[in-house]
């Protein structure tokens, strides 16, 4: 169980293009799934938490209107990176909670999405 | 500010032996502290949670410890395999937002047969 996937696995555009990644809780419902950023030799960096049916919420530096997120279903969250910049390279990471009563929530990473922009 | 620390340098051990990793983080007082594997170019693995009125905890080859007074936890791996080879990355939360993690850089393992 908690099993999350993401696509596309790896995207490559041009410079000024916008690109959307997929999240997918695929045997679980995730009312709430977390969107990071990974740079090389780096830790991970909490961009935004994305609740289902409601607005994001943005970490302090990451800008709302470049970042699009959306979490229109209990197993679908969407990140849309738009107007891409080669500074915008880097491997995108989601991750949903698997809420269990009487447990401590868990997150669960998908495989993550290698973003290069020319 | 909040600091989290992980042997920077890789550990490479023989295949058998018990492989420790070492989180020490300043300037927090995390309620629960997690364990993650992540391999290359893939995203991290839950492996662990550890509360912070735990003293220890166990999943077959795994054990954490947690010492909030050293403000430190160790990750241990018994009779080590190659295929333990990963990155490990310490993540800590607090009682008030336990889904909001912070992450260490982790610490590269190579386990040689």
């Known amino acids: 169980g908690a099993v999350v996937s993401q696509h596309p696995s790896w995207v490559i555009c041009k410079s000024g293009t916008s690109v959307k990644i997929e999240c997918r809780s695929l045997?679980?419902?995730?009312?709430?799934m977390f969107w990071y950023r990974q740079f090389p030799k780096q830790s991970l960096m909490l961009m935004a938490t994305?609740?289902?049916?409601?607005?994001?919420?943005?970490e302090q530096g990451v800008e709302k209107d470049k970042f699009l997120i959306n979490h229109a279903s209990l197993t679908l969250s969407t990140l849309t990176v738009t107007s891409a910049h080669p500074e915008d390279s880097s491997f995108y990471i989601c991750s949903a909670i698997w809420y269990r009563a009487g447990e401590t929530d868990t997150q669960y990473f998908g495989p993550g999405t290698r973003l290069t922009v020319l | 500010s909040q600091k989290i620390e992980q042997n920077s340098e890789a550990l490479n051990i023989q295949e058998g032996k018990t492989a420790t990793l070492t989180c020490n983080y300043t300037n927090y007082s995390p309620a629960y502290l997690q364990w993650y594997r992540q391999d290359p170019g893939r995203g991290p693995v839950f492996l662990l949670l550890?509360?912070?009125n735990e003293k220890e905890k166990r999943k077959e080859r795994l054990k954490v410890t947690f010492d909030t007074t050293l403000k430190q936890s160790l990750f241990h791996i018994t009779a080590s395999q190659p295929a333990d080879s990963a990155t490990y990355l310490c993540a800590l939360s607090n009682a008030g937002n336990n889904r909001k993690l912070i992450w260490g850089l982790g610490t590269s393992l190579a386990v040689n047969p």
């Open positions: 550890i509360r912070e």
């Open positions: 994305s609740n289902e049916g409601s607005k994001a919420t943005y």
């Open positions: 045997d679980f419902q995730a009312t709430t």
